[in-house]
T-cell receptor, first 111, second 115 residues
Framework: DAKTTQPPSMDCAEGRAANLPCNHS???????VYWYRQIHSQGPQYIIHGLKNNETNEMASLIITEDRKSSTLILPHATLRDTAVYYC????????????FGAGTTVTVRA | NAGVMQNPRHLVRRRGQEARLRCSPM?????VYWYRQLPEEGLKFMVYLQKENIIDESGMPKERFSAEFPKEGPSILRIQQVVRGDSAAYFC?????????????FGQGTRLTVV
């Protein structure tokens, strides 16, 4: 599986956009980029995923670079409830059940 | 549509006892996955099951751990003769049948404490 690299932590001001980077320089052509988050003491929550086009849903936007070696998750208007650990995961198409969670980025939204 | 339901939410067992963790997948989901999260660590894949079949148990410890997903009823993760190192949060996830790429939905987990 392609490995991902994320900053260990970041702070964000409430109401501002939070931009979470992820490097996946060894990603293969058929691998998707998934983002999950885990709020303290809860189960992981799916946020968004994409292959090569930018994606947007009610929670976030996902920007994938043209060479697909990195991506950015954007939380457009961060709230205190967005404080969580955010995981960037690359998921092989033929092995789509086994999510490999790394250390993620601990995002703290401050009032 | 209820989400993935896990019970109990908290479980305390003495060393040497058995722990049984239950997971009811979302309605219409036939695939179940178990993950373990040790304190201060990330989630690690344990096992992938479909109804009455274990598809991949490569992440399961070789001894004392077993999982099943019977035709009727919830999926069960069973840990025999628990030790302190089994203390962790155990998460279950489910997804729909094959043919539809989609995300896995996770339950709220069972926190096992071995005393």
């Amino acid at each position: 599986d392609a490995k991902t690299t994320q900053p260990p932590s970041m702070d964000c001001a409430e109401g501002r956009a939070a931009n979470l980077p992820c490097n996946h320089s060894t990603i293969s052509g058929n691998e998707y980029v998934y983002w999950y988050r885990q709020i303290h003491s809860q189960g992981p929550q799916y946020i968004i995923h994409g292959l090569k086009n930018n994606e947007t849903n009610e929670m976030a936007s996902l920007i994938i670079t043209e060479d697909r070696k990195s991506s950015t998750l954007i939380l457009p208007h961060a709230t205190l409830r967005d404080t969580a650990v955010y995981y960037c995961i690359v998921r092989p198409e033929n092995n789509d059940y086994k999510l490999s969670f790394g250390a993620g980025t601990t995002v703290t939204v401050r009032a | 549509n209820a989400g993935v339901m896990q019970n109990p939410r908290h479980l305390v067992r003495r060393r040497g006892q058995e722990a049984r963790l239950r997971c009811s997948p979302m309605k219409g989901h036939s695939h179940v996955y178990w993950y373990r999260q040790l304190p201060e660590e990330g989630l690690k894949f344990m096992v992938y099951l479909q109804k009455e079949n274990i598809i991949d148990e490569s992440g399961m410890p070789k001894e004392r751990f077993s999982a099943e997903f019977p035709k009727e009823g919830p999926s069960i993760l069973r840990i025999q003769q628990v030790v302190r190192g089994d203390s962790a949060a155990y998460f279950c996830a489910s997804s729909p049948p094959e043919g539809k790429r989609t995300e896995a939905f996770f339950g709220q987990g069972t926190r096992l404490t071995v005393v």
